[in-house]
């Protein structure tokens, strides 16, 4: 995501500014990332082809997340956040606290990367290390996050690395931890041969890491959890920003899934 997230970055017609991703890929030794080494031949085919999804996706939940925080949503909580620099990166109201969730060391890795650089959030930011598959929202309290406050949520590149029962999990926990006014900004994609092979090509893992997430669609999966859903088809959205439909989730491929970006709102 960090590698993407630094070509969308380097791109003169850019969604996003993100000058942190570059740091990530310095900081991993990889040679893949090295500087000036890229060229179309030696990109890998997943960046090609997930580069647009992710670009859109950035731009619409950076978008959805600070809207709310510029509304008055005065806390958000980044769930699986991995290597994500909005706190440091979005121009927050700087009253807002911004709760930053994966493992401890995810969390760390990010922290020595960044340390090295002179980096200061714009936001009252606060890590949480725990493992979203435990009693997560104790942690959360634990950090300071006040649930009888309205929240704005994200969960950007997880729901299909979940099962459907540990999507309806995490689901039900948020919900259960959002006042009235809260948001909830995600994306959500489907699987295709053209992915997975994409995906077997860097590695084995990364086949193995599609669960398939909620069992219904958007709609119906936040509508059931008392979410009023805006769901919009991904091709919807990149035609907006003059992108081209992302190959994977292109309707008018035989071989491909669908992807979707989406908020749900809890009413006031
Ligand atoms: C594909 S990345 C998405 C990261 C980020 N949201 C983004 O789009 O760049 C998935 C992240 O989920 C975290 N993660 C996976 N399983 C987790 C768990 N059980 N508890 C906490 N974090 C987890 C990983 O450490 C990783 O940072």
Request: overall charge negative; hydrophobic content about 45%.
């Amino acid at each position: 995501m960090a590698a993407i997230r630094a070509q969308e970055h380097s791109r003169p017609d850019r969604l996003f500014a993100d000058p942190y991703a570059q740091h990530f890929l310095d900081a991993s030794g990889d040679a893949i990332f090295a500087a000036g080494t890229q060229t179309a031949a030696s990109t890998p085919e997943l960046f090609t082809l997930m580069a647009d999804q992710v670009a859109v996706r950035t731009r619409f939940l950076d978008d959805a997340l600070t809207s709310a925080a510029r509304a008055g949503t005065p806390q958000t909580v980044l769930l699986a956040c991995g290597m994500d620099a909005r706190a440091f990166r979005l121009d927050w109201p700087p009253a807002t606290a911004l709760f930053e969730v994966d493992f401890a060391d995810t969390l760390a890795y990010r922290a020595a990367v960044l340390s090295a650089h002179d980096i200061t959030a714009t936001c009252r930011r606060t890590e949480v290390p725990t493992d979203l598959r435990e009693n997560w929202p104790t942690a959360l309290c634990a950090a300071g996050f006040d649930p009888n406050l309205p929240t704005a949520w994200l969960m950007e590149g997880i729901l299909y690395a979940l099962t459907s029962h540990a999507a309806d999990l995490l689901l039900e926990r948020v919900t259960a931890n959002s006042a009235p006014g809260s948001t909830l900004a995600l994306d959500h994609q489907e699987d295709s041969a053209l992915l997975r092979s994409a995906r077997a090509a860097l590695s084995k893992e990364l086949v193995d890491i599609w669960h398939g997430g909620p069992s219904e669609d958007l709609n119906s999966w936040l509508a059931r959890y008392g979410w009023q859903p805006e769901v919009h088809a991904l091709e919807e959205v990149t035609t907006t920003h003059g992108r081209p439909v992302p190959p994977p989730f292109d309707p008018q491929r035989p071989d491909t899934g669908r992807s979707w970006l989406a908020i749900g709102r809890l009413p006031s």
